[in-house]
């Protein structure tokens, strides 16, 4: 979601005659898209300022000036406290109001040349009625073959160590038409992989065409995309597992341009520990859903993410994940060590984990995971798959691409296929990707 709203800033600041730049201490402007799912993600802000800071006041000495933003989902959850830290930052921005940075760099010119001067840092952290899709312009430059499309936003559930909801806002679902024009629009430039996007994307519940047509769900919306000719692969994420139903289900059966993985964060394998999470499902009901989406598609596999050490997370709810794990085998998983996040209702709780035990048990349920994901890796030896290549590598002759299960594939291929997805031997497996040939088809006389 990060990396969709960092593109979509630069195409707002297009038109202004902002171009990127990689080198930070030469820019006119430096904006910080921010994360708060996690302390150390939010503390490493904060660094990154200070460092940034000095850029700036080097410039200053050159009587050049840097506008140094802070966006994201830190900016509003942390709005006033980052003002009081860094009172050099100039814009403070939340992820559902960055479609007003034109304005607000228009609020800065108009201080800065005042004679007052700059003053306070301008703080835009307010939920606005309006979506700020209707106000993002086209994307203008593609880079690739595989681009995010975000088609729902925010988040009702409510989780009690999540910090979304507050951040993010409510649950929004886009059009069902917009989406499409955007799909569109990407695949006109190139575009052959999308992965739409949402904090909840299984719970979109769009209309089309300004609401003349109710009822559209996720598995529909897919099967709708699916119909642009050279779109040649769809992803999604980021599911809940109780938004999970059975035209999600159908459309892995059914589409073929749908890629048998799905994302479905769980958690916790312990149902103590996820009523205390508030979750709303069980581990039962998680594994009857796999159950439900393998019958579906034999061939689909599964990632998901643990917290360990939630507060209360004795050794027999750890030894219960331990065993939704073996009983689920999945390809990939995301894991982390709870983080305790401000207002939060997790976050007020007593019966903390000692960082040691959250430590020694974040070891074992990670050994365990990365036990399968090099097994699944392996068990793809031998095996022909679609591999959408997507670029060079960093050997000569060397293309990599994407498997259906989202590995990087290496092989040495021309560069003509590029963008083009063609079927491969795989030849190798390590814990992080995959190695191939090209298979060749032989041409056949009539």
Request: a negative charge; hydrophobic letters at 35%; glycine letters at 6%.
């Amino acid at each position: 979601m990060n990396v969709y709203d960092s593109e979509r800033m630069a195409d707002l600041l297009k038109p202004l005659g902002f171009i990127i730049t990689e080198t930070p201490e030469a820019a006119d402007m430096v904006i910080l898209n921010t994360c708060h799912i996690r302390e150390k993600a939010s503390e490493k802000v904060y660094s990154e300022l200070g460092r940034i800071r000095e850029y700036k006041e080097e410039r200053k000495l050159n009587n050049q000036n840097m506008v140094i933003a802070v966006a994201g989902c830190t900016a509003q959850a942390e709005g006033e406290e980052i003002l009081k830290r860094a009172n050099y930052v100039d814009v403070i921005v939340g992820p559902q109001s960055y479609h007003r940075l034109p304005q607000i760099l228009a609020e800065i010119e108009r201080k800065t040349s005042s004679v007052k001067g700059a003053g306070r840092g301008i703080l835009e952290i307010d939920f606005p009625v309006e979506s700020k899709f209707d106000f993002l312009p086209e994307a203008t430059d593609i880079v690739g073959v595989t681009s995010f499309l975000s088609i729902q936003e925010g988040c009702d559930k409510f989780c009690h160590f999540c910090v979304v909801p507050y951040t993010r806002g409510a649950e929004y679902s886009r059009p069902v038409q917009d989406i499409y024009e955007e799909a569109c629009g990407l695949v006109e430039k190139g575009i052959r992989e999308i992965t739409l996007l949402g904090q909840n994307v299984n719970a979109y519940h769009g209309t089309f065409s300004n609401g003349q047509e109710e009822g559209w769900s996720l598995g529909k919306l897919i099967k709708y995309l699916s119909n642009i000719p050279e779109l040649q692969r769809i992803r999604y994420v980021t599911s809940h597992p109780v938004d999970v139903n059975q035209d999600q289900i159908n459309a892995h059966r059914d589409i073929e341009k749908l890629m048998p993985y799905l994302h479905l964060p769980i958690q916790s394998g312990s149902d103590r520990i996820l009523k205390l999470m508030n979750r709303k499902h069980t581990a039962v009901y998680y594994l009857e859903i796999i159950e439900k989406l393998r019958t579906a598609r034999p061939d689909i596999a599964f990632s998901s993410d643990f917290i360990v050490g939630y507060p209360g997370e004795t050794n027999t709810d750890f030894e219960d994940t331990l065993k939704l794990i073996e009983n689920v085998n999945f390809a990939s998983a995301y894991s982390f060590k709870y983080s305790p996040r401000p207002g939060t209702p997790a976050s007020m709780l007593d019966d903390q984990v000692p960082e040691e035990v959250k430590t020694e048990r974040l070891m074992r349920l990670q050994e365990l995971l990365f036990k399968q994901q090099l097994a699944f890796n392996e068990s793809l030896v031998g095996k022909r798959i679609p591999v959408l290549f997507e670029k060079t590598g960093r050997h000569e002759g060397q293309l990599v691409g994407r498997s259906p299960y989202l590995q990087s594939v290496y092989a040495e291929a021309s560069t003509r296929l590029i963008g083009k997805c063609v079927e491969m031997v795989i030849t190798k497996a390590s814990q992080n990707s995959l190695t191939g040939a090209v298979v060749i088809q032989e041409k056949i006389a009539v």
